[in-house]
């Protein structure tokens, strides 16, 4: 499988495409990472980009996973039309998947309006949820562990080794339990990335790719 990740830093911090490879590879499955991301931005800023339109046009992509801006959340409408946007550009044969985010550390009231926005955006364009923002409260409050990074925001390494692990599940139409979830998520998160690679951090108090 050839999957294009196009997101933000709730993509590349811990190298969430780089996780679900570990993940395939632990399933005895071949996949083929690529990831277009910048911080900060949405879809309606990736569909403004020459890369985008190459990459989904010309890459030969099976799937592509598509993930919006999270922190702040930018609404419902937001979501849509970046997300439907990208479709219209997808050939036949790469399916959408979505990266359903989660909310704030302080703000969990606010993960119902992000996950109903992404489940009518995949109503709208065929497209299948990855529901890791569901899952992520959920995993949270039944094992007592830390998925935030220092800023209650990114990912700390544990959150996005489950969140590589829910897109996985799904892109191989996997069944998805809690319980498997957060034994592989822990299992991925003890591997070491190679250390020439950026990572966020915290330096001098600020936050820092590193």
Same mark, same amino acid.
């Given at each position: @499988?050839?999957?294009?990740?196009?997101?933000? !830093?709730?993509?590349?911090?811990?190298?969430?495409?780089?996780?679900?490879?570990?993940?395939?590879?632990?399933?005895?499955?071949?996949?083929?990472?690529?990831?277009?991301?910048?911080?900060?931005?949405?879809?309606?800023?990736?569909?403004?980009?020459?890369?985008?339109?190459?990459?989904?046009?010309? /890459?030969?992509?099976?799937?592509?996973? +598509?993930?919006?801006?999270?922190?702040?959340?930018?609404?419902?409408?937001?979501?849509?039309?970046?997300?439907?946007?990208? *479709?219209? =550009?997808?050939?036949?044969?790469?399916? =959408?998947? #979505?990266?359903?985010?989660?909310?704030?550390?302080?703000?969990?009231?606010?993960?119902?309006?992000?996950?109903?926005?992404?489940?009518? +955006?995949?109503?709208?364009?065929?497209? *299948?949820?990855?529901?890791?923002?569901?899952?992520?409260?959920?995993?949270?409050?039944?094992?007592?562990?830390? +998925?935030?990074?220092?800023?209650?925001?990114? !990912?700390?390494?544990? /959150?996005? !080794?489950?969140? *590589?692990?829910?897109?996985?599940?799904?892109?191989?139409?996997?069944?998805?339990?809690?319980?498997? #979830?957060?034994?592989?998520?822990?299992? #991925?998160?003890?591997?070491?990335?190679?250390?020439? @690679? =950026?990572?966020?951090?915290?330096?001098?108090?600020?936050?820092?790719?590193?």
């Amino acid at each position: @499988m050839k999957v294009l990740f196009i997101g933000n !830093s709730h993509t590349f911090v811990h190298y969430v495409p780089l996780r679900v490879k570990w993940f395939f590879e632990k399933h005895g499955k071949d996949i083929d990472v690529t990831m277009l991301t910048h911080p900060g931005v949405g879809l309606d800023y990736h569909i403004k980009q020459s890369q985008t339109y190459f990459d989904l046009m010309y /890459g030969k992509y099976d799937a592509v996973v +598509l993930q919006h801006n999270a922190h702040p959340f930018p609404g419902k409408e937001s979501v849509i039309s970046g997300g439907k946007a990208i *479709a219209g =550009i997808c050939p036949e044969q790469t399916k =959408i998947y #979505l990266y359903m985010t989660w909310s704030e550390k302080n703000n969990p009231e606010g993960q119902k309006v992000m996950s109903e926005a992404y489940r009518e +955006l995949a109503a709208e364009i065929g497209a *299948a949820v990855c529901p890791v923002g569901e899952w992520w409260w959920q995993i949270a409050e039944a094992y007592g562990e830390e +998925l935030y990074f220092a800023d209650g925001e990114h !990912s700390s390494v544990l /959150g996005a !080794s489950l969140a *590589a692990v829910v897109i996985g599940r799904t892109l191989l139409n996997m069944p998805v339990e809690k319980e498997e #979830l957060y034994q592989e998520a822990r299992e #991925l998160a003890a591997k070491e990335q190679d250390p020439r @690679m =950026i990572d966020l951090v915290m330096k001098d108090g600020e936050l820092d790719m590193a």
